[in-house]
């Protein structure tokens, strides 16, 4: 079984920064596809980044290309999320999530195990 815990989360103004991390633990074959969705109220949730963990591919959602870099540091078993030049359209729940097969990536219900979320709130 994995279990995944998020941290990093905040209140942030229009502009700023925040480094997500997501901490992983479990089977590494359970998870060699991670990724970060979010969730706004009233809104669908929506992947954000992905990231192969045999090998490094990331792929990202078109509106956070460019501002946000997911990342892993393999031998602490964690996936970061740095998000660089914040909107108030960013503000949402930020989950982690581990999934296996990265051709499915963009369909939350690939991923198998999820964490518990922490909040952005970006404001103007």
């Known amino acids: 079984r994995v279990q995944l815990m998020e941290s990093g989360g905040g209140s942030v103004q229009a502009g700023g920064s925040l480094r997500l991390s997501c901490a992983a633990s479990?089977?590494?074959?359970?998870?060699?596809?991670m990724g970060w969705f979010r969730q706004a109220p009233g809104k669908e949730r929506e992947g954000v980044a992905y990231?192969?963990?045999?090998?490094?591919?990331?792929d990202y959602a078109d509106s956070v290309k460019g501002r946000f870099t997911i990342s892993q540091d393999s031998a602490k078993y964690l996936v970061h999320l740095q998000m660089n030049s914040l909107k108030p359209e960013d503000t949402a729940m930020y989950y982690c999530?581990?999934?296996?097969?990265?051709?499915?990536?963009?369909?939350?219900?690939?991923?198998?195990?999820w964490g518990q979320g922490t909040q952005v709130t970006v404001s103007s």
């Open positions: 999530a581990a999934g296996n097969n990265w051709f499915l990536r963009l369909k939350p219900s690939e991923y198998k195990y």
């Open positions: 479990g089977s590494a074959d359970d998870r060699k596809l």
């Open positions: 990231i192969y963990t045999d090998g490094g591919v990331t």
